[in-house]
């Protein structure tokens, strides 16, 4: 019912768009193209003003031809302040160059001008307006249709405002080309109220920095809002019937806001750092290699094709206070995508899974309400997953029990019902409690398996308790790592043992250190250095003797 009403509304606004086109009336005056090169050719071609805020220069009321002269209309090299209005410019063509863009309404390094209420259309070879390294202008109640390029091109412009215009059936879709209701490169920009539709590219390709879109109407455009290398811009309130792609891209752009538009679709793709809010439904959002974006307060329901929100290769993405509610597959998939958060959000009615995550560690999965889905949380190869206090019922599959740490998996199925990374049955035979995540098995490693007894009398336990890569039956002291062996069993490995063999004789001295009795024939030897030093004295004793007598 929200897709049908939706539809209706934006066929109508589609209606509208075309019913308020304004076409040629009597009134204009026919003129030949205009070419203004400096300021001092406005006065020069006799047109009324000084030039100045309160009395700008005033081209009005014409209707400009530019068939083979290039522009309608060519503004270059002024600081002037000047008005254009009520004019007809159709069918620019036959020059093209750097100063002839062979379109209605040129603006080449200009400032300070006020484009209101033309009609400008039917450019065979360009675009409706060219906007050319140029700043502050305001374009406000153009009808700008059926151009050959872009509806409105601005290239390095800054400060231009695009207020309330008709933008529609601009661009030629040959298949090497797709141009845009307003290719906006610049800074500094706010392009709101328009009605931009069937462009055979984008509805708004947005190039630059601190730009506001908002307030914008979209039928059937490639995209409606193509961000690309675009940074700190402001996308918000429009409004968005895109059936041939999605609603709204974002590509190597970082740190924008994207609020509360009525779109299908937003496409996030190497991009960094966005907030994502306020949607209603329905919509999808994808996210893929982009990290720190923030996803909240979204209405991500109601999609017929595909999974409410999936990323993927994404990392530290926020997922908070959303409703997720009744789309044709997964209410959130995460694939390989690390230290997400998913937060107080509503994920219910999904035809799939209300939560998927594969591949994707450290996960913080809190206070949600997951209900009547087929399945309501499936964790693959998705490791140090923190879950808690997430709410489960209804689902088909999985925790329709008790589930003691909110993981998502019924207690009764649950091999670790406090997820502490130690199974029950091992808390169980070794005595600490199942359901008491601060109280586990002894781990002298920290490899989640326990130690277990003296005989690893199960195939469980761990076989090299201090992970030394000496398993315990050969390791003298199994606990540390350090140490594997103890020669004299003293309790201090040899490693640290300053007197392996404990014979008394520190092991830099001893000839044999980890020898004991080898050592005692220490003192042997000495006994019989003193026998020989008494034979020598004694010797000595009697040859003096010898020689007395």
């Avoid at 300070?112 to 906007?131: C, D, K, L, R």
Wanted: charged fraction near 20%; proline fraction near 3%; glycine fraction near 8%.
């Amino acid at each position: 019912m929200k897709r049908i009403i939706s539809t209706v509304i934006i066929l109508m606004m589609c209606f509208t768009v075309f019913i308020v086109i304004p076409q040629p009336t009597e009134g204009y005056t026919d003129h030949v193209p205009i070419r203004i090169k400096n300021n001092y050719e406005f006065s020069i071609k006799g047109f009324p003003g000084n030039g100045t805020q309160l009395n700008p220069w005033i081209i009005e009321g014409f209707d400009i031809n530019g068939i083979s002269k290039g522009d309608c209309i060519f503004i270059g090299n002024t600081t002037d302040h000047f008005i254009i209005r009520d004019c007809y410019l159709h069918q620019a063509s036959g020059i093209d160059s750097l100063y002839y863009g062979n379109v209605g309404l040129y603006l080449y390094n200009t400032e300070n001008g006020v484009i209101e209420n033309n009609n400008i259309s039917s450019n065979y070879n360009g675009a409706g307006i060219e906007v050319y390294f140029s700043n502050n202008i305001t374009i406000t109640n153009n009808s700008i249709t059926s151009n050959n390029k872009d509806g409105i091109s601005m290239t390095n412009s800054n400060y231009i405002q695009i207020i309330q215009n008709t933008i529609s059936s601009n661009g030629v879709d040959d298949g090497e080309r797709g141009d845009h209701g307003i290719m906006a490169q610049g800074n500094h920009n706010i392009i709101k109220l328009n009605n931009i539709a069937e462009s055979s590219g984008n509805g708004i390709k947005v190039i630059g920095y601190d730009n506001i879109i908002e307030n914008n109407t979209f039928v059937n455009n490639e995209f409606s809002i193509y961000l690309i290398s675009a940074n700190n811009n402001t996308i918000k309130n429009n409004i968005a019937s895109d059936y041939r792609s999605q609603g709204i891209k974002l590509e190597g752009s970082d740190d924008n806001l994207i609020a509360g538009n009525t779109v299908e679709h937003i496409d996030i793709v190497a991009s960094h750092s966005n907030i994502v809010s306020s949607h209603p439904a329905p919509i999808q959002i994808s996210i893929k290699n982009s990290n720190s974006n923030e996803i909240k307060n979204n209405d991500i329901s109601d999609n017929d094709f595909g999974n409410g929100l999936s990323i993927s290769n994404s990392d530290l993405t926020i997922i908070e206070r959303n409703i997720i509610n009744s789309n044709r597959y997964y209410g959130v998939s995460l694939q390989s995508s690390d230290r997400c958060s998913i937060l107080d959000n509503e994920i219910s009615n999904n035809t799939w899974y209300g939560i998927s995550l594969i591949l994707s560690d450290g996960a913080a999965i809190m206070n949600n309400v997951i209900s009547d889905n087929l399945c309501g949380m499936v964790l693959s190869f998705s490791n140090a997953t923190n879950t808690m206090n997430n709410v489960f019922s209804g689902n088909l599959e999985g925790p329709t029990d008790d589930d003691f740490d909110g993981d998502g998996i019924g207690d009764t199925s649950d091999p670790d019902d406090d997820n502490d990374g130690f199974k029950d049955i091992w808390e169980e035979y070794l005595g600490t409690d199942p359901r008491d995540g601060d109280r586990h098995p002894r781990d002298s490693d920290g490899d989640r398996t326990p130690d277990g007894d003296e005989i690893n009398s199960q195939d469980w336990m761990d076989t090299d308790d201090d992970n030394d890569g000496v398993i315990d039956s050969l390791d003298a002291l199994p606990l540390n790592p350090d140490e594997d062996t103890d020669s004299d069993g003293d309790g201090i490995g040899n490693n640290k043992d300053t007197d392996d063999d404990n014979d008394g004789i520190l092991d830099f001295e001893d000839p044999d250190p980890y020898n004991a009795p080898a050592s005692s024939n220490g003192s042997n030897t000495a006994l019989i250095v003193i026998c020989i030093i008494l034979a020598i004295v004694v010797l000595i004793l009697v040859l003096k003797k010898q020689k007395i007598v």
